[in-house]
């Protein structure tokens, strides 16, 4: 694979989907600087939940996520911390909950209500579907 050109690696890594993609980082440094090209990583959808959510400052931080456009919150407790480096990243669409599904819903309850205001007015898109908000 040392001999293959970039631009052909590029080509071959846009067709995996994106936990494959992630995993290729971890082959080489070649794969690594190839597989962090910001085209490659364009459409990506960020999904924080309990898992990731603590890590959401390292993630943010990746060059990979630089250009990040779409977020999406599940199953987690957001607090004011979370919106505001969602909105420095400069994050144009975000979507909180899930289909109506309890599970995946989010509690905002620790979201100061000018905060969340001014986060939604930033955005190009804002989706919230937790179930008991949306329900009533």
Not at 31 to 48: M, Q, Y
Request: charged share 25%; aromatic share 6%.
């Amino acid at each position: 694979m040392n001999k293959v050109p970039k631009e052909i690696l590029l080509l071959i890594l846009q067709y995996l989907p994106y936990a494959d993609l992630k995993r290729s980082l971890l082959i080489s440094k070649r794969f690594l600087d190839s597989g962090s090209e910001k085209c490659l990583w364009r459409d990506f959808r960020l999904v924080v939940n309990n898992r990731n959510l603590a890590n959401l400052p390292k993630i943010l931080e990746l060059e990979r996520m630089r250009h990040l456009k779409s977020v999406k919150f599940v199953g987690c407790k957001i607090k004011n911390k979370q919106l505001k480096l969602i909105s420095a990243a400069k994050v144009a669409q975000v979507q909180i909950g899930d289909c109506h599904d309890i599970e995946k819903d989010c509690q905002l309850a620790d979201v100061t209500p000018s905060i969340l205001a001014s986060f939604v007015g930033n955005l190009e898109s804002f989706k919230l579907q937790n179930s008991l908000l949306s329900e009533m």
